[in-house]
T-cell receptor, first 114, second 118 residues
Framework: QKEVEQNSGPLSVPEGAIASLNCTYS??????FFWYRQYSGKSPELIMF????GDKEDGRFTAQLNKASQYVSLLIRDSQPSDSATYLC??????????????FGKGTMLLVSP | GAVVSQHPSWVICKSGTSVKIECRSL??????MFWYRQFPKQSLMLMAT?????????EQGVEKDKFLINHASLTLSTLTVTSAHPEDSSFYIC??????????????FGPGTRLTVL
C-alpha cells in the first residue's frame, strides 16, 4: 500500500523565518511529487511540483527531492502570516498513465506568528 | 489558467434525498477528473477517478451505486450522492488533470462543496 507520511504539526515559526516541511513516501516507483496548500475550510491549491532529484525554486518556495531516501521537502523563505495553512504532500507513482492517481499525506499545519 | 469550478459551494438537504454536484474545468479540457471527500481535520480521500466517455473507477470501500459519477464531456463531471444520510455530510472536492499533460499528473482543485445532510 502506498503511503505518504507527514508530521501533523503544528509547525510554528516567526514571521520572516524559513519554514521547513517534510514528507516521506513508501512507493519507490513514485515519479512526481506535489505540494499543495490548504487554508481552513478551503480546497487545496497547487504550490509546486518536482520530479527530478535536487532543488526546484519558485519565488519564496523551494522543493527538494531525494528519491534514494524517498524524501521530499518544501522550504518557505521569509514566512508570512498569510502562509499559515495546512501543507499537503502528494505523490504520483504513474508516469504517462491515464489512470494514475495522487496519494496525499495528512498534511502539516504551519503557523507563522507576526 | 487551470481553473476548476464546482457547484453548488454548499448544500443542505434532508436525509433520503439525492444531491448532484457539478465540476467544471473552465479554461482547459480534462479527460480525467477526480472526486475526493474530506472529513473535518482529516486528509483528502480519493473516492473515484472519472474519465470522459467511460465508467468511473471507484476506490475500495466507495459504493458506486450511492455515489454516481458522470463525465459526459471534457469539461464537466458530476457526482450524485443518492439517498444521502447524515454520515455522508462532508466536504466534497473535485480536481481535474489537464489533457495531454499526463507526464506529471498535476491536478487542479475546485473550491469544494460542503454537504450537510439533516
Amino acid at each position: 500500500q502506498k503511503e505518504v507520511e507527514q508530521n501533523s504539526g503544528p509547525l510554528s515559526v516567526p514571521e520572516g523565518a524559513i519554514a521547513s516541511l517534510n514528507c516521506t513516501y513508501s512507493d519507490r516507483g513514485s515519479q512526481s511529487f506535489f505540494w499543495y496548500r490548504q487554508y481552513s475550510g478551503k480546497s487545496p491549491e497547487l504550490i509546486m511540483f518536482i520530479y527530478s532529484n535536487g532543488d526546484k525554486e519558485d519565488g519564496r518556495f523551494t522543493a527538494q527531492l531525494n528519491k534514494a531516501s524517498q524524501y521530499v521537502s518544501l522550504l518557505i523563505r521569509d514566512s508570512q502570516p498569510s502562509d499559515s495553512a495546512t501543507y499537503l504532500c502528494a505523490v504520483n507513482s504513474g508516469r504517462n498513465s491515464g489512470y494514475s492517481t495522487l496519494t496525499f499525506g495528512k498534511g502539516t499545519m504551519l503557523l507563522v506568528s507576526p | 489558467g487551470a481553473v476548476v469550478s464546482q457547484h453548488p459551494s454548499w448544500v443542505i438537504c434532508k436525509s433520503g434525498t439525492s444531491v448532484k454536484i457539478e465540476c467544471r474545468s473552465l479554461d482547459f479540457q480534462a479527460t480525467t477528473m477526480f472526486w475526493y471527500r474530506q472529513f473535518p481535520k482529516q486528509s483528502l480521500m480519493l473516492m473515484a477517478t472519472s474519465n470522459e466517455g467511460s465508467k468511473a473507477t471507484y476506490e475500495q470501500g466507495v459504493e458506486k451505486d450511492k455515489f454516481l459519477i458522470n463525465h459526459a464531456s471534457l469539461t464537466l463531471s458530476t457526482l450524485t450522492v443518492t439517498s444521502a444520510h447524515p454520515e455522508d455530510s462532508s466536504f466534497y472536492i473535485c480536481s481535474a488533470r489537464v489533457s495531454g499533460r499526463l507526464t506529471y499528473n498535476e491536478q487542479f482543485f475546485g473550491p469544494g462543496t460542503r454537504l450537510t445532510v439533516l
